[in-house]
């Protein structure tokens, strides 16, 4: 191996090794934060803000077994953002030992598109409980759930309360993208290993 490529390579695992400790840190964070966070929902303290804060949820007036319903709906969320991160822990883990083009590590960026696809699901899963949360518990003259106009993401009935929800489509788009990519990372992979066999 040249000097320079030799040098490349060391400055890949160093990085990646400083990576992997910052990915550490985000586990251990969102699992405490997903704690906390299912307390205070089982509490009914605060608000949650969903759909990049164009929905707010003031939890007090809600029933305790609507607060568990929404507790329990955080969990995916949070399950969703902790397989994130655990598949970059694991993708850097390979690049700082060196294995760079290797199938475990276009398995990893395959889990990362899976993970996109998997919170596009979460959205729709909390628009449908936000929904129904809306129109089975709240009065239509409920001050537990507000609205930022002119986002244009979200259709109001009369009555003020949400009807339907138009979910942006890039987490499925850049999820699919993202597998494709790994597909043919892996086949590049692949013929790499064979060609070193046949030499």
Known sequence: MKPETEKKLRNIKQV?????VICKVLLAFIACGSLAAVGLILAGLGTISLFENTVHLQLS??????R???ALLVAPMMAVFLKGIYH????FGNYGRGDIFTADSAAQIRQLGITNLLWFGVQVLWGVA????SQGSLPTTSPALTFDYGVGAYSISQGHLPT??????DALIIGAIIIVIS????????MREENELTV
Not at 61 to 66: C, Y
Not at 130 to 133: H, P
Not at 164 to 169: A, D, I, L, M, V
């Open 16 to 20: 990646s090794q400083v990576m992997r």
């Open 164 to 169: 339907s929800f138009q979910f942006r489509s």
């Open 88 to 91: 970059l822990h694991r993708l």
């Open 68 to 70: 568990l319903a929404l």
């Open 61 to 66: 007036p809600l029933t305790f077994p609507v």
């Open 130 to 133: 936000v929904v129904t949360i």
């Open 183 to 190: 597909w043919v990372m892996e086949m590049a992979a692949e």
